[in-house]
């Protein structure tokens, strides 16, 4: 085996290492101590290959994210090219964005739950650097998708629009994170998603079929009304079929 290949496969192990540990414990519980045991490796050659312990977690995040905004900007390419100029649907929208998030979850090659998790932790309690670090990830999928949105929405104020798509991304990111905490407030048994005993694949697809669903219903939702505002209490313009 040539040291290149060697290299990469240690690289690789870190990575995976301390993509487990980092969605377990969190990135302030997780230590390096921790990931070099769990890897087999020694502190150098974590340093060797990212330098410090907030390199490694954005790479860890890079590595899945490049994927995950390609495929975005893919789907909704296709989309946009089928549609043929013409607006798309809200559902259409929702799916190709969220959908594509879930669809890792099915596939451990890329992460998986654990990433799914991963990502869902770090989005409810970030780092400060890590804030930035998603700005620049997102930005260009970002503004695609609302501008799709707004497309798809024409009816709708655009403040409106962002503030049901920033409750999406909070629904989710919870959704994906895990539940317990949200099982001792409620008091309620929601089941394992954690694919330890669904199954990767399935805990993915069962969590789909419930919070897809529910996002598309909240962004159905009647419009806000506020006492002097330009709009009223209103059904949200969208067909049955969206």
Same mark, same amino acid.
């Given at each position: 085996m040539s040291d290149n290949k060697t290299s990469q496969d240690t690289r690789e192990r870190i990575l995976d290492v301390a993509e487990r540990l980092f969605m377990a414990h969190g990135y302030e519980g997780t230590s390096m101590r921790m990931i070099t045991g769990d890897a087999e490796v020694n502190l150098a050659a974590v340093n060797y290959h990212f330098g410090s312990k907030e390199a490694l977690l954005r790479e860890v995040f890079?590595?899945? %994210?490049?994927?995950?905004?390609?495929?975005?900007?893919?789907? %909704?390419?296709a989309l946009e090219a089928e549609a043929g100029g013409a607006p798309l649907k809200p559902s259409q929208v929702l799916e190709a964005f969220f959908g594509t998030l879930l669809r890792m979850g099915e596939n451990e090659a890329l992460g998986g739950m654990t990433f799914l998790r991963l990502l869902g932790r770090t989005l409810t309690e970030p780092a400060d650097f890590i804030r930035t670090f998603f700005a620049g990830e997102y930005a260009e999928v970002i503004e695609r998708y609302k501008l799709a949105l707004f497309r798809a929405l024409p009816d709708v104020p655009k403040a409106e629009i962002i503030w049901r798509f920033h409750f999406m991304l909070g629904a989710m990111s919870y959704a994906i994170a895990g539940t317990d905490i949200l099982q001792v407030v409620t008091g309620c048994e929601l089941g394992d998603l954690s694919g330890e005993k669904a199954g990767e694949r399935n805990a993915a697809k069962q969590l789909a079929a419930r919070v897809m669903p529910f996002l598309l219903g909240g962004l159905r939702a009647p419009l806000p009304q506020f006492e002097g505002d330009a709009y009223q209490q209103q059904e949200m313009p969208l067909p049955k079929t969206a």
């Open positions: 890079r590595r899945r %994210l490049a994927w995950l905004n390609h495929e975005r900007l893919h789907e %909704l390419d």
